[in-house]
């Protein structure tokens, strides 16, 4: 017994090959399991890994955590440009191919319900941003401190109160902003999800995250979508619109029961 | 042909793709089926760091009325807590509805 199976998501049959040199999780080239007419597309992991006690400790590790969520996700995209993959959640690993057949028994009805659901659809993530208000508006010497001519106490209140109200209006046009977009969107859609904001200290993007949502979209309708997107996010000032997809549908994915009636 | 339709080009993946959106995905998101390895993503405390880190700051987005993960239990500790506060409501509210059964109701404050 080599190394475990790291299963990344399960498909209807798909034709089409995945492009070559597709690297999966550990380095090992991702593979397909067919049982009961169900694709489940698995790579060898070595066990030293992803045991779980290895796991509890490399999930820990951010290095470790952001290479295997890349490599997990580069073969759900790989798998989104030939079919609809239902994506699993990072690290779903099992001993052998027995263990992976199993679960396609155990859940077969459950997959093929939420992949007919599926089929055909992509999501689409869009993000709105609050750009930083400067800090004042006729700061234009660039430096963050006060100006000098700042006088009076009263001139300085009059400034700060000016600029948290300037700043107020920033938020609340964007919170009328996003309301709207997301109207539109999720009319255009078929469904769509609302996440928790993004923090940038993650993402790494500037300004502040205000709308997190995803889109259930037919691949036909999407060229539309993005067209959608581009025509309603405007320019307003202070606001950003961020799309990104096409991805599998993770967030349309939906609850599994967490134990369906056979275990392996 | 089975070729799926033609999908746009990517938007924001590839290498420059945001960690966030990723991390949001692939943990948050997926299909939990249980594996033979058993692992509970909620146990690991790393779960805490990535709440940290994808939830924007808090106070801002509240007085804007943005607040739905709040209900999330799996998001928030709030959540859990409201849950838990909930759940003493209800069971107030069922004892509330018993006691006047009770005779000694009588007296008020």
Redesign the interface.
Known sequence: MSG?RY?YAVCHP???PLQRQLSGVSGAPPKRLTHHGLVAVVSTVPEHE???EA??AN??D?DW??AT??A??QV??ALT????P??????????DDS?VRS?IEA?EEELRR?LDRLA?R?EW?VKVYVEKPPESSDDSSGAGRPPAKAVSGRDYLRRRRDQTRAHDDV?QR??EFSDRLHATLSAFAEDSR????????????TG????NAAYLVP??D??EF?ELVDREKDDVPGIRV??????AA??F??E?S??PGVE? | M???????D????GGG???????????D???????????N?L????LT??L??????VD??K????D??ED?PA?SSRARQNELARENAELRERLAQLEPARPQREEAP
């Open positions: 475990l299963v798909y034709e089409s992803f045991t779980e796991l509890r999930l820990e951010l955590l952001t969520a890349r997990h996700q759900i995209d440009a030939v079919t609809s239902l994506p699993l959640r990072l690290a779903t690993v099992f001993r263990g679960m859940r939420v055909g992509v993530g938020w964007a919170s609302m996440h928790a904001p993004q923090n940038s200290a993650l993402s790494g993007a502040q995250n205000v709308l691949r036909a999407s060229e993005v961020e799309l990104t997809g096409p991805w993770y967030s994915a939906g599994f967490e134990d392996s | 089975t070729t799926p339709s033609r999908l746009p990517p938007y924001g993946q793709a945001n960690l966030a959106d990723i991390l949001e995905r692939v943990l998101k997926g299909v939990v089926i249980a594996g033979d390895i058993r692992i993503l146990d690991i405390e790393l760091i990535k940290r880190l994808i939830v924007a700051s801002k987005a007085e804007m009325g943005i739905w993960w999330d998001l």
